[in-house]
C-alpha cells in the first residue's frame, strides 16, 4: 500500500542531514563549534526579507475591540521601513538601542523588527 512509515531516526536524518530542509552544519560561534541550521537566515534583516516573498499572505491577525487587523508578509515589510526610516529622521541609527513600551498589538511587532 506504500512504504513504511519513518522511524524517528530516519526522519531526523533526512531532515538535517545533506540536503535536508534542516540541514545542520557545525561553525564556530563565539569561539566553540556548534550545530546550526546551514541554511537559516544571517540576520532578522535577512528573514524580514525573505519572509516578505510570501506577499499578501496573512503575517499576523488581531482582533481590536471587534476589529479585525490584518498584517501581511509583504505590508509588514513596508511598515518596517517606515518604523525605521521614523526612527533614523530622528537620529537613531545602527548600534543604538532602543526600548519598546507596549502592549501586544501590531505596533509592537513594528517596533520590534
Known amino acids: 500500500v506504500g512504504d513504511p ?3 524517528y531516526e530516519q526522519a ?3 531532515l538535517t542531514g545533506p540536503g535536508g530542509y ?3 552544519a557545525t561553525e564556530e560561534v563565539l569561539g566553540e563549534p556548534m ?3 546551514a541554511n537559516r537566515p544571517r540576520s532578522l534583516r535577512d528573514l524580514l526579507v525573505g519572509a516578505a516573498q510570501n506577499g499578501d499572505a496573512e503575517y499576523a491577525v488581531f482582533d481590536d475591540a471587534g476589529e479585525r487587523r490584518v498584517l501581511t508578509f509583504g505590508g509588514l515589510q513596508r511598515q518596517v521601513a ?3 526610516a521614523a526612527l533614523a529622521d530622528r537620529g ?3 548600534g543604538d538601542r532602543v526600548a519598546i513600551l507596549a502592549a501586544n498589538c501590531p505596533e509592537y511587532i513594528l517596533t520590534f523588527w
Open 22 to 24: 534542516f540541514e545542520l
Open 92 to 94: 537613531i541609527g545602527h
Open 5 to 7: 512509515p519513518l522511524t
Open 12 to 14: 531526523t536524518a533526512a
Open 82 to 84: 517606515s518604523v525605521a
Open 35 to 37: 550545530k546550526v541550521f
